[in-house]
């Protein structure tokens, strides 16, 4: 949704196989631990529901080398709260909850890759068949991080990088995917992938899950994919010619103007004060204070763009 330009930024950087294999928490692979118990960390929708929304972001993880640091900012600033789940020989999966809801998950990423900030959001996209979606990603010259995983309670998860390098976690959920609610202020609204071919970009998504097409904007010629009758992610040109290619998620406030200043308060960063929208609302980039990066925006409307990212 953002539709703005943006001055030169620091580069974000990439993530290293061993980073994304503890975002899959297949932390016994890793450190050799065979009581670490992957089988604890819970399902994404505890509703009991039986759909399945192929193309929609359905969760959201945070890797971050400083967990307490992280803590503080997200829960002053969106009233987020914390639930440790233990998997066993000393290691544990943070949930994220917002008014009693799972909405994401936290790592600690300390002592990996200690000479490099890992710390960032990954989203988590919803497919019909993962193996056939890793298998899309192969042939498109992307790349696989780690290959179908099996989460008991969450289903078969893989890591990717898109052809052009941005990275997003694949989900055949084992259970229901969230359903379609529109988001209340404090969760995600949208997701976005920022691309120097978007072009390309689309026609790899809609290869991915083959539910999506694509639509434009009216106003601005905004281009997004569509699933089952509902938008779910952007697409557009990345504002710096330098940075990555990457996907990014906004959250949804009242006031960005007002949140980014909290940000700052609380040892966050602006990275873009915030501005009006042309579709809509007005919204602010910002860095946490472990350096991952999100955008807030207030939207006010109800259309069915509101329901693609919680």
């Given at each position: 949704m953002m539709h703005v330009r943006a001055s030169r930024r620091r580069r974000p950087?990439?993530?290293s196989v061993g980073v994304l294999v503890a975002l899959l928490a297949s932390v016994a692979a890793m450190s050799g631990c065979s009581t670490v118990d992957p089988a604890r960390i819970p399902p994404i929708d505890t509703a009991g529901g039986t759909t399945r929304l192929p193309g929609k972001v359905v969760w959201h993880d945070l890797l971050t080398k400083d967990p307490s640091a992280a803590r503080r900012f997200y829960?002053?600033?969106f009233g987020w709260t914390f639930r440790d789940v233990d998997l066993g020989a000393g290691q544990s999966y943070t949930v994220i909850e917002h008014e009693g809801r799972g909405i994401g998950g936290l790592v600690d990423a300390r002592g990996m890759d200690a000479d490099v900030n890992?710390?960032?959001?990954?989203?988590?996209?919803s497919v019909a068949d993962v193996d056939a979606a890793v298998a899309t990603v192969r042939a498109a010259g992307g790349e696989v991080f780690q290959a179908p995983l099996d989460i008991p309670q969450r289903g078969h998860v893989a890591v990717i990088g898109d052809p052009q390098g941005a990275?997003?976690?694949l989900l055949e959920g084992r259970t229901a995917d969230p359903?379609?609610?529109?988001p209340s202020i404090g969760t995600w609204l949208w997701n976005e992938v920022w691309s120097?071919?978007?072009d390309a970009a689309l026609a790899f998504y809609r290869q991915l899950v083959p539910a999506f097409e694509t639509g434009t904007a009216a106003s601005g010629g905004y281009q997004y994919l569509v699933a089952d009758?509902?938008?779910?992610v952007g697409v557009r040109p990345k504002p710096v010619a330098d940075m990555k290619e990457t996907w990014m998620a906004y959250l949804r406030v009242a006031d960005p103007s007002a949140t980014a200043a909290a940000a700052e308060r609380l040892g966050g960063r602006v990275l873009l004060a915030a501005r009006e929208n042309p579709l809509g609302g007005e919204v602010a980039m910002l860095n946490d204070p472990t350096g991952a990066g999100f955008l807030v925006q207030s939207w006010d409307s109800v259309p069915n763009t509101d329901t693609s990212a919680r």
């Open positions: 950087i990439g993530l829960g002053e600033l890992v710390s960032r959001w990954i989203p988590v996209l990275v997003v976690t359903p379609d609610r529109p120097a071919d978007p009758g509902q938008p779910r």
